[in-house]
T-cell receptor
Framework: DGGITQSPKYLFRKEGQNVTLSCEQNLNHDAMYWYRQDPGQGLRLIYYSQIVNDFQKGDIAEGYSVSREKKESFPLTVTSAQKNPTAFYLC???????????FGQGTRLTVV | AQKVTQAQTEISVVEKEDVTLDCVYETRDTTYYLFWYKQPPSGELVFLIRRNSFDEQNEISGRYSWNFQKSTSSFNFTITASQVVDSAVYFCALITPISRLGKLTFGTGTRLTIIP
């Protein structure tokens, strides 16, 4: 079945550590995105990529980094520079930037 | 700038009642796309509908219906004969050609609880 796979589902990070969240899609979509969701808030865009080897900062990119070496994969690294990383992270993909985005099941990151 | 407002933070209704979720948007563009997503407790966002700004025809899909009115910049979502499985957080979202690279602007969501 086609879809978006995020791993792990739950992730715990010690302060000062970098962690990487995985996102893989087999929908053959060109565009991929990372969103952050905090309680009581909508989704905020961290990074997005329209094609391989290209990506753009979203609204809250500070403290995060991404890569897009393959069409299917768009991993997100939460660096130690992100001061408040505890949140729910959602990855999505779409055929184009104007079509509906399909989301993964999310990764819940907690700083311990 | 674009903005999506979902003024209803939480709604609770008894099963089988009808319920309407409000969505008001702001954009200066004449071409734009509106979306509704459902987020069940599992966390994954489920796509429900996409509407472009040139199509104001209302849409019905089973118990779901959407009312798009450009005059009031609203894109409201109605669930008829609600069921417990409809309990979730619902998000309205907007994208415009200027931000077409996937920069969906989301509302803050409405948490819907259906009471058995």
């Amino acid at each position: 079945d086609g879809g978006i796979t995020q791993s792990p589902k739950y992730l715990f990070r010690k302060e000062g550590q970098n962690v990487t969240l995985s996102c893989e899609q087999n929908l053959n979509h060109d565009a991929m995105y990372w969103y952050r969701q905090d309680p009581g808030q909508g989704l905020r865009l961290i990074y997005y990529s329209q094609i391989v080897n290209d990506f753009q900062k979203g609204d809250i990119a500070e403290g995060y980094s991404v890569s897009r070496e393959k069409k299917e994969s768009f991993p997100l690294t939460v660096t130690s520079a992100q001061k408040n990383p505890t949140a729910f992270y959602l990855c999505a993909s779409s055929e184009t930037g104007e079509t509906e985005a399909f989301f993964g099941q999310g990764t819940r990151l907690t700083v311990v | 700038a674009q903005k999506v407002t979902q003024a209803q933070t939480e709604i609770s209704v008894v099963e089988k009642e009808d319920v309407t979720l409000d969505c008001v948007y702001e954009t200066r563009d004449t071409t734009y796309y509106l979306f509704w997503y459902k987020q069940p407790p599992s966390g994954e966002l489920v796509f429900l509908i996409r509407r472009n700004s040139f199509d104001e025809q209302n849409e019905i899909s089973g118990r779901y219906s959407w009312n798009f009115q450009k005059s009031t910049s609203s894109f409201n979502f109605t669930i008829t004969a609600s069921q417990v499985v409809d309990s979730a957080v619902y998000f309205c979202a907007l994208i415009t050609p200027i931000s077409r690279l996937g920069k969906l602007t989301f509302g803050t969501g409405t948490r819907l609880t259906i009471i058995p």
